[in-house]
């Protein structure tokens, strides 16, 4: 079982993007992927996946009433399965008052045992709901959370629940690494939870072509601190197009979704896409960090390859090598 947050101290450093986009990789590895959208702002995983229409009505079910034991109805019931094949237990306004709601939950129940709210379990809760009432673990070989970095409460209910993260970061100014806390924030919540806490891996992304960028990236390569298999480069217009296409990168190139200017107006539609080199290559690297956070980090077994049909132009393919095995492109 594949689970991991993708975790970042900092909002912007392509969280979101990455969760897709490493679960349709997954997916298109041919694994059974469930993300959990913790974050209730706007531009979430929920809405680039184009699901959790009912994310406004305080009337529908939704995680946050499951997680606090007050559920309208089965868990399943919360799942939506995306265009691409990632099912989805999407975000909903109630997350922005998960702190208040857990309190006033965890005042009563500790009045009525006579208990001190000290020893109440508060981050437990979402691993029990998980893994405990709802046996994810038989439906999903990979569990992947994008958490609201802001919302402790939730933040540690993911990284209880899930124990493994992996960290996106954006060059920082001035080059300097922005990560030396991250050693210290891993050491931290694991006694704060008292469990063991793993980071697959850090992903320098958004990389660009200036000597600053290139050089942040080298010094990423080059440390022992923690893996970085791969980096992402700067892809802004690959990226934002996700947005408009309502899915992964691999979306947007298979089906060629361009903004563009029309009688005046910017459009996005699919079909115009000029496919670059460049952006085929994103491709590989997000296939290669799937790739290593299934086989190196969980030992999962995944797809000799990824296809990739590119509309009007054929079939790109992928191959993911088994461990420590580089992933190659070939073309068809
Ligand atoms: N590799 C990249 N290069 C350039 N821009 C990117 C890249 N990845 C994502 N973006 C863009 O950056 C913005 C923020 O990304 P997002 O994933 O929403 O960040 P977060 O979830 O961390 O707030 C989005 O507009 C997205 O399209
Ligand atoms: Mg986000």
Avoid at 8 to 16: F, I, P, R, V
Avoid at 198 to 212: E, K, R, Y
Wanted: proline share 4%; with cysteine; hydrophobic share 35%.
């Amino acid at each position: 079982m594949i689970t991991a947050v993708v975790y970042s101290e900092s909002g912007g450093t392509y969280k979101t993007t990455t969760t897709a986009n490493l679960a349709v990789a997954l997916t298109r590895m041919g694994l059974d992927v469930c993300v959990i959208d913790l974050d209730p702002q706007e531009g979430n995983l929920t809405s680039l996946f184009d699901v959790g229409t009912r994310r406004n009505d305080p009337d529908a079910d939704n995680l946050v009433k499951h997680i606090l034991g007050m559920p309208d109805g089965p868990f399943t019931d919360l799942i939506e399965t995306s265009d691409e094949g990632v099912d989805v237990i999407p975000s909903h306004d109630m997350l922005s008052d998960f702190t208040s709601n857990l309190e006033q939950k965890i005042a009563y129940e500790t009045g009525m045992k006579n208990m001190s709210k000290e020893d109440y379990p508060r981050y437990e809760l979402l691993h029990n709901l998980l893994w405990n009432e709802n046996q994810l673990h038989e439906q999903y070989d990979a569990v992947l959370i994008d958490p609201n970095a802001r919302a402790e409460d939730l933040l540690y209910n993911a990284i209880f629940a899930l124990r493994t993260l992996m960290a996106p970061v954006k060059p920082a100014g001035k080059g300097n690494l922005s990560l030396d806390g991250l050693d210290e924030m891993v050491a931290n919540m694991s006694k704060e939870l008292d469990i063991q806490i793993g980071l697959s891996c850090v992903v320098p992304s958004g990389i660009g072509q200036t000597n600053a960028h290139q050089q942040y990236h080298k010094q990423f390569q080059e440390t022992d601190e923690f893996e970085t298999p791969v980096a992402i480069a700067y892809r802004e217009s690959l990226m934002d197009a996700m947005w408009e296409a309502r899915g992964s990168a691999f979306k947007v190139i298979e089906e060629r979704w361009k903004t563009f200017e029309e009688d005046g107006a910017m459009v996005s539609k699919p079909g115009y896409r000029r496919i670059r080199d460049r952006e085929l290559e994103t491709l590989r690297d997000i296939c290669k960090l799937a790739a290593f956070i299934a086989t190196e980090t969980f030992d999962a077994e995944i797809a000799s390859e990824v296809v990739v049909e590119i509309e009007g132009k054929g079939t790109e393919r992928f191959s993911v090598g088994t461990k420590t095995e580089e992933v190659e492109v070939t073309t068809s």
